[in-house]
């Protein structure tokens, strides 16, 4: 059984206490929502659990690794609440890179994950002349590659129609029922059985 692990965890920014003392454990096929007021930490959060940023205090691991070493990392997905493409790059190509960052399956294909999230007649498409909701369907095509065992999603939902946020939920629901651990942050109503982590 997987064990993932917060403790103790802190995080200050300047003068401002985001928060303090985290302690949460989150077991296979769990999806926890981290909600909290606007400017109460959960990028941050979500930041801290990737491996990205540091807490000021506490530690995280997942089956006993902890977040600085690379048996961590390669459990680890983050995609963040901003498209990280380049938009001089087509479709296919910033894929392409992404995949070159994270621990993805190597028997699926790129164009496979574009045709789930619908943007099969877009990958020579340079990213510049996408909409906000198809750079993000870009990002999120990383769901399906992904062989990460948890998944740190940060407003996965943002500039997505209904349609795009149900596939979404859909692919989050399949990860949980394989046994993957996911995080996540919304604004949105949500669809999926999820525990809550408030900060």
């Not at 929502?33 to 807490?55: A, C, E």
């Not at 619908?118 to 999120?140: D, M």
Request: neutral net charge.
């Amino acid at each position: 059984m997987s064990l993932f692990k917060i403790k103790n965890l802190s995080c200050q920014k300047g003068f401002n206490l985001l928060f303090k003392q985290i302690n949460y454990t989150a077991h296979d096929s769990e999806i926890i929502q981290i909600k909290g007021l606007n400017g109460k930490g959960k990028t941050s959060l979500l930041r801290i659990l990737s491996g990205l940023s540091k807490p000021d205090s506490g530690y995280i691991s997942f089956n006993n690794s902890l977040s600085d070493s690379d048996e961590y990392q390669k459990d680890i997905l983050y995609l963040g609440h901003n498209p990280s493409i380049s938009l001089d790059l087509n479709v296919i190509e910033n894929l392409e890179y992404l995949r070159s960052l994270n621990n993805t399956d190597l028997n699926l294909q790129s164009l496979h994950a574009l045709k789930k999230l619908g943007l099969a007649n877009f990958q020579n498409e340079f990213c510049l002349n996408l909409s906000a909701g198809q750079k993000r369907r870009v990002i999120l095509s990383m769901l399906v590659l992904s062989k990460s065992k948890v998944w740190l999603l940060d407003e996965p939902f943002t500039a997505l129609d209904s349609l795009g946020i149900e596939l979404i939920e859909s692919l989050i629901k399949q990860h949980s029922d394989n046994g993957g651990i996911c995080f996540f942050t919304s604004h949105q109503t949500s669809s999926l059985n999820f525990k809550e982590l408030v900060l």
